[in-house]
């Protein structure tokens, strides 16, 4: 991922307090992270930057829609996504990022990249199984679902006959397990 000065925040400058940056996303964002998943991408990320005196508050927020493939039909579609994330930063004496709501950078540094926070919580809000909205209400037409219903199975009126023409005695039997 090559840094790009548009995701460097340099809060050496800013007052104490809240700051708030917009982000529109697209698929270039994606490609310079050598991830190709989306066709297009169209995501709006807020950033309120909260600088306190020892650290500084960062929360994102993200709204749009990635243009997906269906996992049942591979028919594409706009799949809407949101969500959102905090992060904590604090200084120290080395850099740390292993954990994913804390981020510690070195009492020198006077910039942040959050390119990678925003690249992950978009991925990470794309949810594992997608399917096109058009199959949930019946909408949608393609070759895959035709297919697929006309090789799905078809009720069998065999079985339907042979529950009809039981033992007597089986009948019974199984009157006994109803009369509890």
Same mark, same amino acid.
């Given at each position: ?30 490609? &310079? ?19 306190? &005196? ?10 749009? $829609?990635? @243009? ?5 039909? =591979?028919?594409?579609?706009?799949? =809407? ?14 850099? @740390?990022? +292993? ?6 950078? $070195? ?34 037409? &393609?070759? =895959? ?6 090789? &799905? ?17 089986? +009948? ?5 397990? $109803?009369?509890?």
């Amino acid at each position: 991922m090559k840094v790009t000065n548009e995701f460097l925040i340099p809060f050496i400058g800013l007052k104490l307090g809240k700051h708030q940056f917009e982000y529109q996303i697209s698929k270039k964002f994606f490609d &310079s992270f050598d991830y190709h998943e989306y066709e297009d991408c169209d995501v709006k990320v807020n950033v309120v930057l909260d600088k306190k &005196s020892t650290m500084l508050e960062l929360a994102f927020k993200h709204k749009g $829609t990635v @243009n997906v493939p269906c996992d049942s039909t =591979a028919e594409m579609f706009d799949l =809407a996504i949101k969500g959102k994330i905090n992060l904590v930063v604090q200084f120290g004496e080395e850099f @740390n990022n +292993d954990n994913e709501e804390l981020l510690i950078l $070195t009492h020198g540094e006077h910039q942040i990249d959050i390119s990678q926070y925003i690249y992950e919580m978009i991925v990470l809000s794309v949810p594992f199984k997608r399917v096109h909205p058009g199959i949930k209400d019946g909408t949608l037409k &393609s070759e =895959a679902l035709e297919k697929l219903s006309e090789l &799905s199975i078809k009720e069998q009126k065999k079985e339907s006959k042979k529950e009809e023409n039981t033992d007597p005695r089986w +009948d019974k039997l199984k009157q006994l397990l $109803t009369d509890k």
